[in-house]
């Protein structure tokens, strides 16, 4: 069994910047949700039998009252905002397993998710539809992979280390000392993507890391640019890059789902036809029709 686990919130924003815009009988702009029930069927269409998919129900998380400068949802397209609860309520009608996310985020959901269904023997791979850096964090081994939908890239943990020069396990790490300008936060100053990688592909972790710079290992001393000074910024900034670290951490303790067989699709519910209808979408319904003829009968 394989379980598909989707950034609905990426996909969103993904369709509403690379779909045409389309109104529906009363006006409001559905485009992107268009998009995305089409992608998500086509999945079904290739073979995929279990699937979830975590939103961002709201934008704001736990994480601001962390970070004054963390992510808002100030500055996006109120035709794209309003596109929120319509997505939401859509693949709930298309018989999906959906997890709006409020007071944690769409990726704390799939983090949630990956690890509850690692759990289960008959799980033999999880795939994490989504982009974000932020999960790689979850990839182990060849069993919990993330893919790129988009460039139809997959990565396991040695793409993950090849890609970022450090482990899942560090990618936390990585980002607390490179920043994220996606989520708000900006790093360590002075550190870079490259001696973040070869620091802590040594290291593993911020507080492995010694405080002086005389406690390095002498051959990552030679090969670190400006290690010293790096050392320096490090420890005047310590608390500051635990804190980024914390914010780059995905949580896992969800409660996603009680049994993986949850996440089977199963068919429609029976008022998806009323909302391909509202959608202008007539083409769903046959799509639905090939999968499973009874369905909407």
Not at 96 to 103: I, L, R
Not at 107 to 129: K, P, Y
């Amino acid at each position: 069994m394989e379980v598909h686990l989707v950034d609905g919130t990426y996909e969103l924003f993904r369709y509403f910047f690379g779909q045409p815009s389309y109104l529906a009988l009363d006006g409001r702009e559905v485009g992107a949700v268009r998009g995305v029930l089409g992608s998500l069927l086509s999945m079904l269409e290739s073979g995929v039998t279990h699937l979830g998919i975590a939103t961002d129900h709201v934008v704001e998380s736990f994480r601001n009252e962390m970070y004054a400068g963390y992510k808002t949802g100030e500055g996006i397209d109120e035709t794209l905002f309003g596109q929120f609860p319509l997505l939401e309520s859509s693949l709930v009608q298309l018989g999906f397993m959906v997890w709006p996310m409020v007071e944690y985020e769409a990726d704390d959901g799939l983090a949630s998710a990956a690890a509850l269904a690692i759990q289960d023997s008959r799980v033999e791979r999880i795939v994490i539809c989504s982009p974000d850096k932020d999960l790689a964090q979850c990839v182990s081994g060849e069993r919990v992979i993330v893919r790129n939908r988009r460039t139809e890239v997959d990565s396991d943990e040695g793409a993950i280390e090849k890609h970022f020069g450090v482990l899942p396990a560090s990618i936390p790490d990585w980002l607390a000392l490179v920043g994220d300008s996606a989520d708000g936060f900006p790093g360590i100053k002075g550190w870079g993507k490259k001696s973040a990688s070869t620091v802590l592909h040594f290291y593993g972790h911020l507080e492995d890391i010694p405080a002086e710079f005389h406690g390095w290992d002498e051959q990552l001393k030679r090969s670190v640019r400006g290690a010293a000074g790096l050392s320096a910024k490090l420890s005047a900034d310590k608390d500051q890059a635990l804190l980024f670290r914390d914010l780059a951490t995905l949580r896992n303790d969800y409660p996603a789902f009680a049994n993986i067989d949850e996440l089977e699709w199963m068919g429609p519910c029976n008022d998806f036809e009323a909302t391909c209808e509202y959608l202008g979408a007539p083409r769903l319904i046959e799509r639905i029709h090939r999968l499973c003829p009874k369905t909407l009968e």
